[in-house]
C-alpha cells in the first residue's frame, strides 16, 4: 500500500454527531441498526449525496437493500427523518432527507431531562423545608401548617432557601410561629428580597433601625436589665 493511499483513506474525514445521540438514542426508541442507519446516512450528506438509496446503504452495513429500506421507512415514521424537496442551481427539483426532526427530538429531550432534573431539586428542596421546621418545631406539623408551608411555595413562589431563612429569623428573634413568619414572609416579598445575602442585609438593617427606636436607659438600668435578642416583625 503506498503512502497516497493511505492519504486518501484519511481524507474520508469524520461526521460530526451530538454525542447526546449516542447516549439517548434507546431512551428514544432507537435500535442500533437505526442508530446505524442514521449515521451512514449523515455520512452520505456529508459527502454531498442528500438521497442514498436503500442498495447504497446497504453496501455499509450487515443489513441488505430491503432491510435498510424497512429502517429507513420506520425512521420516517418515528420522527427522525424527512424527505424533504431541494432545488438545484440548474433550478431542477429534487427529494432529500432532513435529519432535522432528529434535531429536534434532541433538542426536546435535552430540555425534558433538564426540566425533570429541575423538578428533581425542586422536590427535595421542599421536603427538606419540611424537616427543617419539623426540627425546630419539635413535632410534626399539623395538617394546616403543612398546607401553610405549601401555599408559600406555590402559590406565594417562595424559594425554599428563602423560607429557610425566614424559619432561622424567626428563631432568632423567639417567635416561632407561622404567623410570624408570614409576616417575615411578606416583608420580604414586598421588599423585594430574594436571596440569602438579601434577606440577612434586611434583617441588619430592620435591627439597626429597632435598636434606635429603643428608649436610652441608664447605666445602671442596663446593669440590672439583661438584653434579649427580640427583633418584633410584626410591628412592621
Not at 447526546?20 to 431512551?27: A, I, M
Not at 421536603?127 to 419539635?138: A, P
Not at 410561629?177 to 434583617?203: C, M, P
Request: glycine content about 4%.
Amino acid at each position: 500500500m503506498q503512502k497516497s493511499d493511505l492519504l486518501d483513506w484519511l481524507k474520508e474525514g469524520n461526521i460530526s454527531i451530538p454525542a447526546v445521540l449516542l447516549s439517548e438514542y434507546k431512551r428514544m426508541n432507537l435500535s442500533e441498526q437505526e442508530l446505524v442507519l442514521l449515521l451512514h446516512v449523515q455520512y452520505f450528506m456529508d459527502k454531498g449525496n442528500y438521497f442514498p438509496t436503500p442498495a447504497e446503504l446497504a453496501g455499509r452495513m450487515t443489513a441488505n437493500s430491503l432491510e435498510c429500506s424497512q429502517i429507513l421507512r420506520s425512521l420516517i415514521q418515528k420522527g427522525f427523518i424527512e424527505i424533504i424537496e431541494g432545488n438545484s442551481p440548474e433550478g431542477i427539483r429534487f427529494e432529500k432527507y432532513s435529519l432535522q426532526p432528529m434535531q429536534e427530538k434532541l433538542v426536546e429531550r435535552f430540555l425534558s431531562s433538564k426540566k425533570q432534573d429541575q423538578a428533581q431539586v425542586r422536590r427535595t428542596e421542599e421536603t427538606d423545608v419540611y424537616t427543617c421546621f419539623e426540627k425546630e418545631f419539635g413535632r410534626p406539623l399539623s395538617p394546616f401548617e403543612c398546607e401553610t408551608l405549601a401555599m408559600w411555595m406555590d402559590d406565594d413562589l417562595h424559594d425554599p432557601i428563602i423560607i429557610k431563612s425566614a424559619l432561622r429569623e424567626a428563631v432568632i428573634s423567639g417567635k416561632l410561629n407561622f404567623r410570624y413568619i408570614d409576616r417575615i414572609l411578606f416583608e420580604w416579598k414586598k421588599n423585594g428580597v430574594k436571596t440569602i445575602e438579601q434577606a440577612k442585609s434586611h434583617s441588619r438593617k430592620f435591627r439597626q433601625y429597632q435598636n434606635q427606636q429603643r428608649p436610652v436607659v441608664s447605666d445602671e438600668a442596663k446593669v440590672q436589665s439583661r438584653p434579649v435578642p427580640f427583633y418584633n416583625w410584626l410591628e412592621q
